[in-house]
C-alpha cells in the first residue's frame, strides 16, 4: 500500500495520505473506522477572527519564512530555466 506522509518543519510526520481504494478495504474489514467519516466536520474560522492573536514576534517570524520559502521557490525555478 502506497502511503503519502505529510511531515512539519521538524521532519516528523503529522498524517498519512492512503489511496482511498485502501481506506474502503480498511473500513469493510473494521466497521469502527467508519464512525471517523460521520464526525461532524469542525466549524470554519475565518482568518480575520485571528487578528491580533499572535505576538509580534510569532507574525514576523511567519512572515520570514513565507519570504524565505518564496526565495527558495523562485531560486528552484530559475535553475530549471
Known amino acids: ?21 485502501e481506506w474502503e478495504k480498511l473500513t469493510c ?3 469502527d ?3 471517523l467519516e460521520a464526525a461532524p466536520p469542525k466549524p470554519k474560522v475565518k482568518l480575520s477572527d485571528y487578528a491580533g492573536k ?8 511567519m512572515l520570514n519564512y513565507v ?10 525555478l530559475n535553475k530549471q530555466l
Not at 54 to 61: D, I
Open 1 to 21: 500500500m502506497p502511503l503519502q506522509y505529510i511531515t512539519d518543519n521538524t521532519g516528523a510526520h503529522t498524517a498519512v495520505v492512503i489511496p482511498i481504494n
Open 29 to 31: 474489514k473494521h466497521e
Open 33 to 35: 473506522l467508519k464512525t
Open 54 to 61: 499572535l505576538s509580534q514576534e510569532t507574525a514576523e517570524a
Open 67 to 76: 519570504a524565505e520559502s518564496r526565495n527558495e521557490w523562485d531560486e528552484r
